[in-house]
């Protein structure tokens, strides 16, 4: 009985470790529209090139980087946004901090990975701003 017992405590501690932890795959933040139209951001992987997106009012979307080595690392992430709600523009850039998730998709982002991209305050709805989410 002594021997189960032993064997039963080295399996639980085996499994200490969140399965969410071992299966990690990308590095990704979600954009939550709150303004109520269409916004424009862009971002870039490293030195790679700009990818522009039209996030429609209310939607979501996703950054993810799938992670290619054990490490779970990803290159520098370069943010910008569109802040300048009348016909011009105005890119704004933004530190954005990336989350490990077990997928790519706005549901697999944990806490710290969410960002809210609203009207910046006394600003007569001309501005908008990114916010992270607490």
Same mark, same amino acid.
């Given at each position: 009985?002594?021997?189960?017992?032993?064997?039963?405590?080295?399996?639980?501690?085996?499994?200490?470790?969140?399965?969410?932890?071992?299966?990690?795959?990308?590095?990704?933040?979600?954009?939550?529209?709150?303004?109520?139209?269409?916004?424009?951001?862009?971002?870039?992987? +490293?030195? #790679?090139?700009?990818?522009?997106?039209?996030?429609? =009012? %209310?939607?979501? @979307?996703?950054?993810?980087?799938?992670?290619?080595?054990?490490?779970?690392?990803?290159?520098?992430?370069?943010?910008?946004?569109?802040?300048?709600?009348?016909?011009?523009?105005?890119?704004?850039?933004?530190?954005?901090?990336?989350?490990?998730?077990?997928?790519?998709?706005?549901?697999?982002? +944990?806490? #710290?990975?969410?960002?809210?991209?609203?009207?910046? =305050? %006394?600003?007569? @709805?001309?501005?908008?701003?990114?916010?992270?989410?607490?």
């Amino acid at each position: 009985m002594r021997t189960i017992n032993v064997f039963v405590a080295a399996v639980i501690g085996l499994t200490a470790v969140p399965v969410a932890a071992q299966q990690t795959t990308h590095g990704c933040a979600c954009f939550h529209n709150k303004t109520g139209v269409s916004i424009s951001y862009r971002y870039k992987w +490293g030195d #790679g090139q700009w990818q522009n997106v039209k996030l429609q =009012p %209310n939607f979501r @979307n996703w950054i993810c980087w799938k992670y290619d080595s054990p490490q779970k690392s990803s290159p520098n992430l370069s943010f910008q946004l569109d802040v300048d709600m009348s016909k011009g523009s105005a890119w704004t850039t933004y530190a954005i901090t990336r989350v490990q998730t077990a997928g790519a998709n706005c549901d697999a982002v +944990g806490k #710290g990975g969410h960002y809210d991209i609203t009207y910046r =305050p %006394n600003t007569n @709805n001309t501005f908008i701003q990114v916010t992270r989410r607490p």
